[in-house]
């Protein structure tokens, strides 16, 4: 069946832009999580959704982002007035419930000039 | 201290050897453990996961837990060239506060070259 699919997968964005980030999880995965990875860095959890859970957004790094999950499917991260620190890949991944396996999405690039 | 901890390497291993890749982590009370492999320029890929102390063999991939030593490691049998990557472990914390917890903590993770 079809992964976590991301979009776009490259964004190139000027200082102080808005950004919008799509993940559509696998289908029938309850549980959607962000993830940053900053060149050189580890992966860096951002935010995690469950169910009709409130969200954990515990690594979110400032309050410049923000996630929405609609209708318990797809994703949008926004990142808002971009800086650039923030350039780095966002990953999106899915699992079937929290407790298991979490598969990624191809990711989405972003450069901040 | 890290949460998570691996050798950066990089480990270099000839074509047909075994590599042993190694990770612990600081949190007694973690529940799941996972192995990821990152090829340069894309994303992770699942390889393992292990839930319980012990051994669990996957084809040419065995994944060792030892929870009393925080320690979990994977073996990669009959090295070969497409086997260099990245490879990531990841743990699941415990439950926090009666809520379910799902984010994973990544290891920095552990270059590998398998050389012809």
């Known amino acids: 069946g079809a992964g976590v699919s991301q979009s776009p997968s490259n964004k190139v964005t000027e200082k102080g832009k808005d950004v919008e980030l799509r993940c559509d999880p696998i289908s029938g995965h309850t549980a959607l999580y962000w993830y940053r990875q900053s060149l050189g860095q580890g992966l860096e959890f951002l935010i995690y959704f469950q169910g009709n859970s409130a969200p954990d957004k515990s690594g979110l790094p400032s309050d410049r982002f923000s996630a929405e999950r609609t209708g318990g499917s797809v994703s949008t991260l926004t990142i808002q007035r971009t800086q650039q620190e923030d350039s780095a890949v966002y990953l999106c991944a899915s699992s079937s419930t929290p407790l298991y396996e979490q598969y990624f999405g191809p990711g989405t690039r972003l450069t901040v000039t | 201290q890290k949460e998570v901890e691996q050798n950066s390497g990089p480990l270099s291993v000839p074509e047909g050897a075994i590599a042993s890749l190694n990770c612990t982590y600081s949190?007694?009370?973690?529940?799941?453990f996972f192995w990821y492999r990152q090829y340069s320029g894309k994303s992770p890929e699942l390889i393992m996961s292990?839930?319980?102390?012990g051994d669990k063999e996957d084809g040419r991939f065995t994944a060792q837990l030892n929870k009393a030593s925080q320690y979990v490691s994977l073996l990669i049998r009959d090295s070969q060239p497409s086997d260099s990557a990245t490879y990531l472990c990841?743990?699941?914390?415990?439950?926090?506060?009666?809520?379910?917890?799902?984010?994973?903590?990544f290891g920095q993770g552990t270059i590998l070259t398998v050389h012809p």
């Open positions: 292990i839930y319980s102390n």
């Open positions: 949190d007694r009370g973690s529940q799941s």
């Open positions: 990841a743990v699941k914390p415990p439950r926090a506060g009666g809520t379910s917890y799902g984010k994973l903590t």
